[in-house]
């Protein structure tokens, strides 16, 4: 089965940098798009950023363009999120995702997201 764990996440300050980590594992990593979204209590869960089977293209939501960074491993099963310019409105629980059906040889991206992490917590203090 497919398993998708995260790590990485913690309290640091306004204008810090934090890379989270999404170990895969279950199936070949590199046939599927992946995606990282975020929620905060009392709201739904967003999306961030996602990055197709070979790691060529990449999306991401407006308020993260310029400061995140997503990337993948293919060789270490391994997905990140750079994040720089941390601000205080981005403290949230952090959630690596999947798709279900391979998209590897396409330029996909993740559209729904079928698997999930269980999360890891940022916290930016102002």
């Known amino acids: 089965q497919v398993q998708l764990v995260e790590s990485g996440g913690g309290l640091v300050q306004a204008g810090d940098s934090l890379r989270l980590s999404c170990a895969a594992s279950?199936?070949?990593?590199?046939?599927?798009?992946m995606g990282w979204f975020r929620q905060t209590p009392g709201k739904e869960r967003e999306f961030v950023a996602s990055i197709n089977w070979s790691g060529n293209i990449k999306h991401y939501a407006d308020f993260v363009k310029g400061r995140f960074t997503i990337a993948r491993d293919n060789a270490k099963n391994t997905l990140y999120l750079q994040m720089n310019s941390l601000k205080a409105e981005d403290t949230a629980v952090y959630y690596c995702?999947?798709?279900?059906?391979?998209?590897?040889?396409?330029?996909?991206?993740?559209?729904?997201?079928?698997?999930w992490g269980q999360g890891t917590q940022v916290t930016v203090s102002s």
């Open positions: 279950g199936r070949t990593f590199s046939n599927y798009a």
């Open positions: 995702a999947t798709e279900r059906t391979p998209s590897r040889g396409s330029v996909q991206l993740l559209t729904v997201p079928d698997y």
